[in-house]
């Protein structure tokens, strides 16, 4: 992952800084650049406002460029604060708009980011930081997000999990989780639920069928192979480990080999978001996944339920839009 450019929308609340405060690591990981981001959703409306009572005053002319200013030197005391390497400190973009997420998008396109880190708790625009305008932003850029409720520190990453299914999309957050394992020294994990079936009739409780976890496990590994020989650009190829469950992914890069051991995880549950979101919070320091998928994940990765995910997971948790036909 080839990472030069870094977008983080902000607030301004303390709340939000947890984005911030964790531009450090990414920079001194990366040598990359942050540009800051602040979107004013409420001055359109307050300039409806204005005209309707007669205000002698012209919002694009008198009020606009003076929020402008105001927030940009906000921004620039927060970079202070949080972003220490002055050189890596990039453009401080302060936009207008009565919807910030579509404003946050516009921006993510024409920026040409590589990654965007949003914190996953805001204070007065909190509309902005939970609910529909974090999920159109999830499921819309095609840029990965970063999304995180603490600052993020090099040696408490020691676990990343990804959360997959049976179909590419899923899949294809591997190799960002395989270049986040090797850069930050940790474990890797692959988790699939197996969702479990079954009808409450006449008031008897609902049972979960067995699972042949074997078997799961060797069609999960197959779809691995058959994933990274379909789409041979990634150049990765899996290769047997010495026991169950434990494998080795092998990234072909410019002719050097580089290794990650991964350990594969079949957990059966009647809701996987809900399985995911509890393995994740008690077993992993980082989630990368995707926000598409087709069977059993597809229900947890589409749609109002990655919001839930969102704000149910306490720890930082990539998502990216993978560009396949499935």
Not at 12 to 17: A, Q, V, W
Not at 113 to 141: C, E, Q
């Amino acid at each position: 992952m080839n990472v030069e450019r870094i977008l983080i929308p902000t607030d301004l609340s303390e709340k939000s800084n947890a984005a911030l405060a964790s531009a450090d690591l990414f920079i001194e990981m990366f040598d990359c650049t942050v540009d800051l981001m602040h979107v004013i959703p409420l001055s359109k409306y307050l300039g409806d406002s204005f005209d309707k009572i007669g205000v002698p005053l012209n919002m694009d002319k008198d009020i606009y460029p003076k929020l402008v200013e105001n927030q940009r030197k906000e921004l620039s005391a927060f970079a202070n604060e949080h972003i220490k390497d002055k050189k890596r400190r990039g453009e401080y973009i302060v936009t207008i708009d009565r919807k910030p997420s579509d404003s946050i998008l516009n921006q993510i396109k024409k920026g040409n980011y590589d990654l965007v880190i949003m914190s996953a708790r805001g204070s007065h625009y909190a509309d902005f930081f939970h609910g529909s305008a974090t999920d159109k932003i999830i499921r819309r850029s095609k840029t990965p997000v970063l999304t995180l409720s603490e600052t993020m520190f090099l040696e408490k990453i020691n676990t990343i999990l990804v959360p997959c299914d049976f179909s590419n999309h899923s899949l294809a957050a591997i190799p960002m989780a395989f270049d986040m394992a090797k850069r930050f020294g940790a474990k890797l994990e692959l988790l699939n639920v197996v969702e479990m079936y079954a009808h409450d009739v006449h008031g008897i409780e609902p049972t979960t069928i067995g699972i042949d976890e074997k078997a799961v496990y060797g069609g999960i590994k197959g779809r691995l192979r058959s994933f990274f020989s379909d789409f041979d650009e990634y150049n990765f190829e899996v290769q047997d480990g010495e026991e169950m469950y434990h494998d080795i992914l092998v990234h072909n890069n410019n002719g050097e080999k580089e290794t990650v051991e991964f350990k594969t995880v079949i957990l059966k549950s009647i809701a996987a978001h809900h399985e995911i979101v509890d393995y994740a919070n008690e077993n992993a320091d980082l989630v990368v996944m995707s926000t598409h998928g087709r069977t059993g994940l597809s229900r947890m990765l589409l749609g109002s339920t990655t919001e839930q995910v969102i704000q149910h997971l306490e720890k930082p948790q990539i998502t990216i839009k993978p560009d396949l036909e499935d």
